[in-house]
């Protein structure tokens, strides 16, 4: 909107420059290639600018730039020119519109299929189109693809948008405090994990972050589905479909993909489609799989949802034979990864920077790589599973996972724990050899109720050092040591959804109170940042240097398991635990973050049943009080007891 706030008549103009590169975001983000397709000469008409280009992968790529409201004065190729004359307070307005589209002739083949296709020898791309086809044209983002968004106008779009989120708060579980800011964040988190929603495939699943993760990864949908159980459950019902439905089929080493594996990340640009990238998808993620099982056992605790258990159960056996049969790349009963694609990640956890596993020396580890965290995520999955055989009467399934579980419990802690460092080591090299550098990760030991309660006390008191912990939140990497670097992506920053795995971590253990720590540390952090929201990371620098957060200047904001890390925190925080097929909820000794007082828990689901709690504060004690409680009954027990510190 345009107004004249002078007390004359103005005359002006306003000019738009647009062009379009059609880089793939591989290329955004650095690639480079030895050739790349055909631009095709504009087409240019009164109203609108639409521009080509035809990739290697034979696809015609389009992008339509449009003024539905009214034709420029002056337009071209690259700009658009509208002359104004207004008198005073008099206003106008613009609209312009842009409208990327792929043609369906080759783009209907699947990414998979087109991929493997130009990896042929002697493969060639198609030839040129020589003119705009007038039909077949697809519109990622639109459902059905086939169909393009209604030419809406730009206010009907605001409006339809503000009522899909307000109808998703609604179906969300509502939690409001004292604290306006902490309301802020929540709500901001809520719509968040709506705005990363996409539809992939015919599936709706959340995508990892935006602008580099705009798609869907199998670690991080993994993650954020678990943390966002506590408002909306269905975020972990999409994921797992999604992924169940992606799950590796067969041993493709350019893909690392094996039988039962979940995916790492799945592409659809062109260097996916021409095999540039193994994107197709790519499994070169060693801790997808057993984050998978975790969180459909945890989704049945929280839902009760036996058509979807039993309809996921066959992917949930296919993961756990991952872990028993292509797990362990040397028989000494690991979980390990080694790179086998020339295009993949050489480390592959959730830390997978080049440099993210480093010696104390700040040498990279060689491969295979046994990270302390995924360890702790197979075992978990395997009691979990050995519960969920118990539940189906498969006694021996449930023998063998939990046998299993208690061998791996046992070899862990022989072989990761630094008794003078007084917690878990990063890994295990290729030759065996502990990587002692203090990291994060033995945190998410205490997430997967991996270590003797004694062990766990230890590794919290080093997580909440100064050197580990920065008032913001807990480091990647405790500082004081050769590789860190608070600047750094794995080295020594902050991650939120990091943190609020060890949260709960915490609270497994019976440390709530500690747990309130670290939300406080994040709810700081994210005061600082706009509208509250805490982005994929932030720099590890101590609290005391100015009281100010180093932002990552690249970091992915909203970023879905970042949004969803407040709900996790908080979950252990309150220390809720439900078990929605026996129809209870335990609270356990919930604490609440400093300056929060009360807090409620607006129709929480647990199975069939909506429950509403209210949390207070007084005199350094903290109270819970059931309100509400909607359809099916449910037991609701409270347990208050000494808080455990460190």
């Known amino acids: 909107t345009l107004t004249n706030y002078l007390v004359r008549d103005i005359d002006y103009w306003v000019e738009y420059e647009f062009a379009a590169d059609f880089a793939d975001q591989f290329e955004v983000r650095g690639a480079r290639r030895r050739e790349r397709g055909t631009y095709l000469r504009p087409l240019v008409d009164e109203r609108r600018v639409v521009f080509f280009y035809q990739g290697r992968d034979g696809v015609l790529y389009r992008v339509e730039v449009f003024f539905p409201a009214r034709a420029p004065d002056e337009i071209a190729g690259g700009r658009a020119r509208f002359n104004f004359h207004l008198g005073p307070n008099e206003s106008t307005g613009l609209e312009l519109h842009a409208l990327p589209s792929l043609h369906a002739v080759r783009s209907g083949t699947s990414v998979r299929e087109a991929a493997d ?92 972050g935006v602008p580099w993760y705009a798609s869907p990864f199998g670690r991080d949908a993994a993650i954020t589905a678990l943390q966002a159980l506590l408002v909306n459950p269905d975020i972990a019902r999409e994921a797992l479909l ?6 590796g ?22 260097l996916a489609r021409t095999g540039e990238v193994p994107h197709t998808p790519y499994y070169g993620s060693v801790d997808s799989t057993p984050l998978f099982l975790v969180l459909y056992t945890e989704y049945l605790q929280w839902t009760h949802d036996r058509a979807t258990g039993e309809q996921l159960l066959p992917a949930a056996e296919a993961a756990l034979r991952w872990i028993e049969q292509y797990g362990d790349k040397d028989g000494d009963g690991f979980i390990e990864y080694r790179r086998k694609s020339e295009r993949g990640l050489r480390n592959q956890g959730w830390k997978d920077s080049w440099d993210g596993v480093p010696h104390l020396d700040g040498a990279p580890a060689e491969p295979p ?27 021996e399934d449930a023998a063998r996972c939990a046998i299993a579980a208690q061998r791996l419990a046992r070899r862990l802690d022989e072989a990761f724990w630094m008794e003078k460092a007084g917690t878990y080591a990063l890994a295990l090299d290729g030759e065996k050899r502990q990587v002692q550098t203090v990291a994060s990760n033995a945190g998410h030991l205490l997430f997967s109720r991996a270590v003797p309660e004694a062990r766990a006390r230890r590794v919290a008191r080093v997580l909440m050092s100064p050197e580990s912990f920065s008032g913001f939140g807990i480091r990647t990497l405790a500082r004081g040591q050769r590789p860190y670097n608070p600047l750094s992506y794995h080295n020594g920053t902050i991650w939120p959804h990091d943190n609020s795995l060890i949260a709960m971590g915490l609270s497994n253990y019976g440390m709530q109170k500690v747990a309130a720590q670290v939300l406080s540390g994040a709810y700081d952090a994210c005061r600082q940042f706009r509208h509250y929201r805490l ?15 180093v932002s990552y200047p690249v970091s992915c904001s909203p970023q879905a398991w970042a949004s969803g890390a407040f709900f996790l925190m908080l979950r252990g925080c309150l220390g809720l635990y439900p078990d929605a097929p026996r129809r209870r909820l335990k609270i356990v000794n919930p604490h609440l973050p400093a300056g929060v007082q009360r807090l409620t828990l607006e129709r929480l689901r647990v199975g069939d049943t909506r429950v509403t ?32 510190d460190l």
């Open 535 to 549: 982005p994929e990371l932030y720099c590890g620098m101590a609290r005391g240097e100015g009281d100010l957060v």
């Open 249 to 270: 089929k067969k041993v493709d080493d350019f893909r690392e993909e094996e039988p039962g594996k979940i995916l790492h990340e799945i592409r659809r640009g062109e």
């Open 613 to 644: 709690v209210d949390f207070t504060c007084s005199g350094g004690s903290c109270f819970a009080a059931v309100r509400d409680v909607e359809g099916e009954p449910l037991a609701i027990r409270i347990e208050v007891g000494a808080q455990h």
């Open 369 to 395: 790589i046994a990270l302390v965290e995924v360890q702790g995520y197979c075992l978990d999955a395997r009691r979990r599973m050995a519960r969920l055989y118990r539940q189906l009467g498969r006694r």
């Open 117 to 208: 296709q130009a990896r042929q020898p002697g493969f060639r791309p198609p030839p040129t189109m020589t003119e705009e086809p007038e039909s077949g044209w697809l519109y990622p983002g639109s459902h059905p693809a086939s169909q393009p968004p209604a030419p809406r106008r730009f206010e009907e779009r605001v409006g339809r948008a503000r009522a899909d989120y307000r109808h998703w708060a609604e179906i969300s579980s509502r939690i409001v405090t004292n604290e306006e800011a902490f309301n802020g964040a929540l709500a901001q988190a809520v719509a968040d994990l709506k705005a990363l929603s996409v539809f992939w495939e015919g599936r709706r699943v959340i995508s990892a």
């Open 242 to 247: 999604f992924l169940a439905a992606h799950q």
